[in-house]
């Protein structure tokens, strides 16, 4: 149920769903001009995307898009409220799987006109009955100066907000069927002096799920608000109930009102107008009636616009307004995004800690865990893999491709950069850069919930490598000396749901063939799928996303580039002139 | 968004997949007749949704084959375009009983009278409202009902006359409403739905791209010499500014009532304003006066959508000119001041001035304005 104080003291956080970026702006410029520290929508629901940039006062900030809900979760914990921006159609089935995934999420604000009734009351049946606060739909939502601002309401425009001086806590409730309508009347409001303690649009749909009555109540119980402003439609019978609200003195703050619709009146067959509701089928809907219901309860009832204006804007002042002097007309978005690191007055921060803080800690292997994360670890086990992996990467001796590589550029009589280079742009899938591959089989094998064997046939059929099985010297009853060491660091993990995978598939393909073991790439995509998702706690979606941005392959090239650079100054000393391939080394077909 | 009517036939074929009920219009009428049966006796009535059919001289009872081509010419003398002929059944009046359906917040409320017919309006006491479990009618044939009230979002649904004969439920007359908004669930579509009066040419364009459209478009010509001409926006300013004419007595000369709102195109606001425009200039009245008005939008762009007004009145100017039009503008919100400069300006050039306010003033004041300038 709706808590107006309850917000105000606590208004909590907002998942976005659908794209509305003026809308969802408007929400953070609000947040800022109340002097929120953080921006209260938190992530947004939405596909092919990873952040969204947003202006955050006059500076940025990057809000998180997650493809799923579930995703949102893990990623950021508790919901409070839904910003349903979806379509008519998606509406019912987004919010059930919102209240299914955040069961104690507040409530929710539906955007969409176009919400097929039965779709609205089982909305209305199942959340709002069991004591949600859905606001909604086709109405622009709820707003609590200086605290939440769920919907379109009070505009989309910064100077709006501020001209409504939105960011401040006043005493008038405006509450409305119209969404257009709740913006003219907080701008008059606004313009008279005064200022608002909530506004909240019911939408005009027939059934509008937090209704009249409810908001009347909420406003009464809510001890920030003085005087209730409501405007209503012809159509529907709300304003009898209000009347009895009256009438009983459940509610006794002051009300004035403005009933829009004696139009419809003056012709023969009741015509629709703009709102679904907004139709007199029988003669107590009409506009007339509900002023006179409301008039005989004591309301105020305006009869005209400039009468409804002037009724306002005699209602007794509270305090002087103060303005907001914030100005956000000079921003601009910028050309690009980093999280990696900063610089400021106490010198540089990398992946958020000062270098000289790095310093004192004398740990590279923590360093770069975090560089390749992008923050710090959460445990001590993905560093200690890290290092692991990186003391047994360096280099496997000169007579590969990318040391040979580095070696022959070395005696070419070429630089440093460039003898690097040459190494590195060996690195590919046939040498070194099958740490990616393995991981993808490793990662979409155990997730497909495919057996070891089943993914083996599969490849023997389609007559394909696995990535990460296979070596030209170590075989079964030849070990390789390193593989042993890394499959010892898989006894310390939590789980290892995909070194285990790994193993199950290398104990069927060595029974093939004795060198189809599972070698050092394959150990490393194993282990380190195990440590992000375990460990480290990142989501599947993430990990998939971390497999195509060869992180993976980062975990080879970093070491390498040590081994590499050793090589190539190993030649500089040595210093044994142009490299060329003697004739018999090549057969001239 | 709203409840629209079904035509009598689709209503009945929804709701009884043995319906021999056949749809004629007017246009197809010759082969639409070729499908009765000759040797049946046939009802024809008009099917655009208007209710005591009866009491209007909107149906024709008895009608065989060869007369259903004349009665249906006299039927459509009378502006319609829509009939649905069907099988007479002989019943006494002692038969007819009254059934109906509505769509409330606690489910499906069901009202029921033994003494149905014509007259039901007149004896509203023997109608009684209870749950459709209770009905006394065959529990198989509710349960039907309220599977297809369900599944077809019919949100009103009237029966009346109801024959119940050896067990079975005969549906003489049928009248359904749906909800628009669950058209793309439901098995009938916009073609079927029936407006009791035929659309100008400007209404069915403004329909069209209201359907076409994630924004929301409407128009309703009231009086097509009207003097007034509306381009409002927002579903409830435009009901409030259309208010404040009818506060003022002069109803009778509002041309149109409309709204275009959920922040559309500037492209759409050009065709929507068009049409607008075009109605108003095929009126008789002169000089006209044309409110462009709003409240203070929450999202709609002023100066987007004004750069579409402008586009179509730019189009019509000399239209515009000799017919003596003025231009009376009250808008806010998002790009409020460039919008009101940019459309100050353009109506200021050619000559079509009325006025120009931003939010600061009351919103129906313009229509004050207008009016005198339509009385001087």
């Given at each position: ?339 990696i690191s ?6 540089y921060?990398f992946t958020?800690?000062?270098l000289q803080?790095w310093a004192s800690k004398q740990d590279i292997a923590l360093q770069i865990t975090s560089a390749l ?10 560093s200690d893999l890290v290092r692991t992996i990186f003391l047994l990467s360096v280099d496997h001796g000169p007579q590969v491709s990318g040391a040979l590589n580095t070696i022959i550029t070395a005696r070419a009589g070429k630089g440093i950069v460039d003898s690097l280079a040459a190494g590195l742009m060996t690195i590919g899938p046939r040498f070194g850069g099958a740490v990616s ?34 070596h030209k010297k170590y ?5 390789d000396p390193r593989t042993?060491i890394l ?32 070698n050092v790439d394959?150990h490393i ?25 060869d992180f993976f392959n980062a975990l080879f090239i970093i070491p390498r580039i040590v081994g590499f650079t050793a090589h190539y100054l190993d030649q500089k000393r040595i210093d044994e002139g142009l490299f060329r391939l003697p004739?018999?080394a090549?057969?001239?077909? | ?376």
């Open positions: 149920m709706l808590n107006i104080d309850k917000i105000r003291n606590n208004p909590g956080n907002i998942l976005a769903l659908g794209s509305y970026r003026p809308g969802y702006q408007a929400v953070l410029d609000f947040d800022r001009l109340c002097g929120r520290s953080e921006p209260s929508i938190v992530c947004i629901i939405t596909a092919g995307k990873r952040f969204e940039k947003y202006f955050w006062g006059n500076g940025e900030v990057l809000i998180p898009c997650y493809p799923t809900l579930d995703d949102a979760r893990r990623n950021i914990g508790n919901i409070d409220w839904l910003l349903n921006m979806s379509s008519g159609r998606r509406t019912l089935a987004s919010t059930q799987a919102f209240f299914e995934t955040f069961p104690d999420a507040l409530g929710a604000h539906l955007f969409a006109e176009d919400v097929p009734e039965k779709h609205a009351i089982e909305i209305y049946d199942k959340y709002q009955e069991n004591g949600k606060c859905i606001i909604g739909p086709a109405g622009v939502g709820l707003i609590v100066p200086g605290s939440l601002k769920l919907g379109v309401v009070g505009g989309v425009d910064w100077r709006q907000i501020q001209a409504s001086r939105l960011h401040l806590p006043g005493n008038v409730a405006i509450l409305s069927a119209s969404g257009g309508m709740i913006n003219e009347i907080i701008t008059m409001t606004a313009r008279s002096q005064h200022e608002i303690s909530f506004a909240l649009c019911f939408g005009g749909d027939r059934w509008p799920t937090t209704q009249p009555y409810d908001a009347f109540l909420a406003a009464e119980k809510d001890p920030n608000t003085k005087y209730i402003i409501y405007y209503g439609e012809l159509g529907g019978q709300d304003e009898y109930k209000l009347a009895n609200l009256l009438k009983s003195g459940q509610v006794t703050k002051p009300v004035i009102a403005y009933i829009a619709g004696i139009i419809g009146e003056t012709f023969d067959q009741p015509v629709q107008f703009g709102h679904a509701k907004a139709l007199a089928s029988e003669k107590s809907e009409t506009a007339s009636a509900k002023r006179q219901a409301l008039k005989e309860a004591g309301v105020q009832v305006a009869n005209s616009m400039t009468e409804f204006s002037d009724i306002i804007t005699n209602i007794p002042q509270n305090s002087h307004p103060q303005s907001s002097d914030v100005n956000l007309a000079n921003r601009q978005h910028s050309l690009f995004s980093s999280t900063t610089e400021d007055d106490k010198g921060a958020g800690l000062l803080d994360l992008g923050r710090q670890p959460k445990s001590t086990l993905t591959g393995a991981a993808r089989e490793w990662f979409d094998g155990a997730n497909a919930e495919i057996t070891p064997s089943e993914l083996v046939e599969e490849r023997a059929k389609a007559r394909q490598y696995i990535q990460g099985i296979g075989r079964l009853d030849l070990p042993a499959a010892d660091f898989a006894k310390s993990l939590s789980a290892s749901q995909y070194f285990t995978f790994a193993k199950e598939v290398e104990a069927i393909t060595t029974t093939k063939k004795g060198n189809l073991i599972l394959g995509a194993a282990l380190m799928l195990d440590v992000l998702e375990n460990e480290e706690k990142i989501s599947k979606t993430d990990i998939s996303r971390m497999i195509n941005a004739d018999d090549i057969l001239l077909a | 968004m709203s409840r629209v009517k079904l035509s009598e036939y689709r209503a009945k074929q929804l709701l009884d997949a043995s319906s021999s009920a056949v749809s004629i219009h007017l246009d197809t009428a010759s082969s639409d007749i070729d499908k009765l049966d000759s040797s049946l006796a046939y009802v024809i009535k008009v099917d655009q949704g208007i209710k005591k059919r009866g009491k209007q001289g909107l149906l024709k009872l008895n009608i065989a084959k060869a007369n259903a081509l004349a009665a249906v010419r006299e039927l459509s003398s009378k502006g319609f375009v829509r009939f649905i002929a069907e099988p007479m059944l002989e019943h006494g009046d002692d038969e007819e009983k009254y059934l109906s359906f509505e769509r409330t917040r606690n489910g499906i409320v069901a009202s029921f009278s033994h003494t149905g017919g014509i007259d039901i309006e007149d004896n509203p006491e023997s109608v009684n409202q209870l749950d459709p479990q209770d009905l006394p009618l065959p529990k198989d044939f509710i349960d039907k009902i309220l599977t297809i009230i369900d599944k077809e979002h019919i949100t009103f649904l009237e029966i009346n006359p109801l024959v119940v004969r050896d067990g079975s439920c005969i549906l003489l007359d049928a009248a359904v409403l749906v909800d628009s908004a669950g058209e793309y669930q439901a098995s009938w579509t916009s073609d079927d739905i029936v407006e009791a009066r035929t659309l100008t040419e400007a209404e069915s364009t403004v329909s069209v791209m209201d359907q076409n459209s994630p924004a929301a478009f409407s128009f309703r010509v009231l009086n097509p010499n009207g003097a007034l001409w509306m381009l409002l926006s927002g579903g409830g300013a435009s009901i409030t500014i259309a208010d404040e004419a009818a506060n003022q007595g002069k109803s009778h000369i509002i041309g149109n009532y409309g709204e275009y709102s959920g922040g559309p195109t500037a492209e759409e606001t050009y065709l929507y304003t068009l049409e607008v425009i075009k109605q108003a200039l095929a009126s008789e009245a002169e000089p006209l006066a044309i409110i462009v008005a709003g409240g203070v939008a929450n999202f709609t762009d002023v100066k987007k959508t004004f750069k579409g007004i402008i586009q179509a009145l730019g189009e019509r100017l000399e239209d515009l000119q000799s017919k003596k039009v003025r231009v009376y503008v009250r808008r806010g919100g998002p790009n409020e001041t460039e919008g009101l400069a940019l459309i100050r300006e353009f109506l200021d050039r050619n000559n079509l001035l009325g006025a120009v306010h931003g939010s600061d003033m009351v919103l129906t004041e313009v229509i004050n304005e207008a009016l005198e300038y339509l009385d001087a």
